[in-house]
Nanobody, 124 residues
Framework: VQLQASGGGLVQAGGSLRLSCAAS????????MGWFRQAPGKEREFVAA????????YYADSVSGRFTISRDNAKNMVSLQMNSLKPEDTAVYYC??????????????????WGQGTQVTVSS
């Protein structure tokens, strides 16, 4: 599975961005999808995930209530709507795919495939 993330950019605090991740080369609908981020000098961290069915979603406490993950299995696409952005949301954002049953969707090691990352910068 190949993943291509897009939609990053520069935004002022309080603004919004929508990230997208297009998947190809596999059966998208069988994969749980996640978003992670990595800020300079920090470890990669979990942001949000959505199960293969689209029924269940999971969020890091730091983004809950501000970010929304969604997927369109017909279009092989997962999105992350980010509202009320804060400077601490600045990071490279990565989408990732994992077959169901590989472990917690909050864990980096559960994911088999990763996109190349897209930069999100939030200015104060």
């Amino acid at each position: 599975v190949q993943l291509q993330a897009s939609g990053g950019g520069l935004v002022q605090a309080g603004g919004s961005l929508r990230l997208s991740c297009a998947a190809s080369g596999g059966t998208f609908s069988i994969y749980n999808m996640g978003w992670f981020r990595q800020a300079p000098g920090k470890e990669r961290e979990f942001v949000a995930a959505i199960l293969w069915s689209g029924v269940f979603t999971y969020y890091a406490d730091s983004v809950s209530g501000r970010f929304t993950i969604s997927r369109d299995n017909a279009k092989n696409m997962v999105s992350l709507q980010m509202n009320s952005l804060k400077p601490e949301d600045t990071a490279v954002y990565y989408c990732a795919a994992a077959r169901d049953g590989r472990g917690s969707v909050r864990r980096i090691n559960s994911y088999e495939y990763w996109g190349q990352g897209t930069q999100v910068t939030v200015s104060s």
